[in-house]
């Protein structure tokens, strides 16, 4: 099994940033994907950000690019969420999820899940 911890969410102004981590810790491994995805009230869960664990190939939802970085320790097995020129609607409960297959996208193939870590920004 794999344990996933975020942290890092909060309250903040529109414009803002915030910076939010994943901790994995029990059964890791070398290779695989983990993500960010985040999910509204009243809305579906959506994807933000994956990093591949070995090529660090990154891909963002539209409707976060230019403005969220995901980035990974290997070392510390975290990965990061930098989130800048935050919007009224980034508001969500973020969850972090990871994979061991490298190629699953939709939040359905993610075997491992964090608690989530909740996300307000105000305008």
């Known amino acids: 099994q794999v344990q996933l911890v975020e942290s890092g969410g909060g309250l903040v102004q529109a414009g803002g940033s915030l910076r939010l981590s994943c901790a994995a810790s029990?059964?890791?491994?070398?290779?695989?994907?983990m993500a960010w995805f985040r999910q509204a009230p009243g809305k579906e869960r959506e994807f933000v950000a994956r990093?591949?664990?070995?090529?660090?190939?990154?891909r963002y939802a539209d409707s976060v690019k230019g403005r969220f970085t995901i980035s990974r320790d290997n070392a510390k097995n975290t990965v990061y969420l930098q989130m800048n020129s935050l919007k009224p609607e980034d508001s969500a409960v973020y969850y972090c999820?990871?994979?061991?297959?490298?190629?699953?996208?939709?939040?359905?193939?993610?075997?491992?899940w964090g608690q989530g870590t909740q996300v307000t920004v105000s305008s």
């Open positions: 999820a990871a994979d061991s297959r490298p190629w699953v996208i939709t939040a359905a193939e993610y075997n491992y």
């Open positions: 029990g059964r890791t491994f070398s290779n695989g994907a």
């Open positions: 990093i591949s664990w070995t090529t660090r190939i990154t």
